[in-house]
C-alpha cells in the first residue's frame, strides 16, 4: 500500500510539472531591445530619474521580447506566474530534476519551488532601470516585462533564466561601445542612420533595427535598437521580421 502511495505521488509530481513546462505559448525569436536614457528623457514628457540615482549614460534593457515570424508576438501568457524579486529559491527534497520550477507550487504543505531573482537585483537596477514617472525602484517595470512578455517564454526559460539571459545578451552587443568606435557619440549631434547600422551590425555581426522618437523640438533622435535571438536566449540571429516604422536618414544622438 505505501508503495502504491509512493509511486501515485510520483506521478503526480511529474504530471505537475509537465504542466508547468507547457504553460508557455510557442515562439519563433526574440527581439532584445535597449533604449537611450537620453532619448527617453529628452522629450515633451521627460522622466524620472530611479530611486536609486540617475543611471549610468549607456543604452539600458528595455526588454526581451518572445516574438512570431509572422510579426505578431505573444503576450501575458501565464497570469499564475507572477514576478517576485525577493524570494530566493531553495529546492526542497522532491522537485522537477530537469528545471528550476518557476512558480511556487504547493500540494498540501510541500513548497516545489519559488523563483530565484533576488540574487540580480543589483544588475537590473543598474543594467535594466526605470526611467517612468512617478521615480520607482525598477520593480513596477522588471514585473511588466515579465508578465507581459516572460511569460511566455517559460518554455525556455525560468524567471531567473529570463533576466539571466537579458543581462547576458547586454554583454554581448556592446551598443555605446559600438558606436563610439564609429565616431558616433551622444553629444546632441545628428548622424547618419546608415552609419549607425553600420557600426552596430560591424560589431555585433548582425542587422539592428532602429526605433527612434522626437525630442520636446520635434527632432528625430536615436531611442531603441533591436537585436534579434533565437529560442534559448542566447545567440544573437539575423532578425526573421523589423518591427513597423522607419526613422530619417539623419538622426540625433542626445547627450544624458
Known sequence: M???RTATLIKLLVLLCL???????DFDFFY???QWPGSYCDTKQSCCYPTTGKPAADFGIHGLWPNYQDGNYPQNCDPKN????????????TYCPWRRPSIQLRIGFVTI???VVADLRSSLQKNWPTLACPSGNGVSFWTHEWEKHGTCSESVLDQHGYFQAALSLQK???????LASAGINPDGGSYSMSNIKRAIQEAVGFTPWIECNTDASGNSQLYQIYLCVDTSGKNLIECPVFPKGKCGSE???PSF
Open 2 to 4: 505505501k508503495a502504491n
Open 82 to 93: 507572477p514576478f517576485n524579486p525577493d524570494k530566493t529559491w531553495r529546492p526542497p527534497a
Open 251 to 253: 538622426i540625433e544622438f
Open 172 to 178: 554581448q552587443a556592446k551598443l555605446l561601445q559600438a
Open 113 to 115: 519551488g519559488v523563483f
Open 19 to 25: 504542466s508547468v513546462l507547457c504553460v508557455s505559448q
Open 32 to 34: 532584445f531591445v535597449q
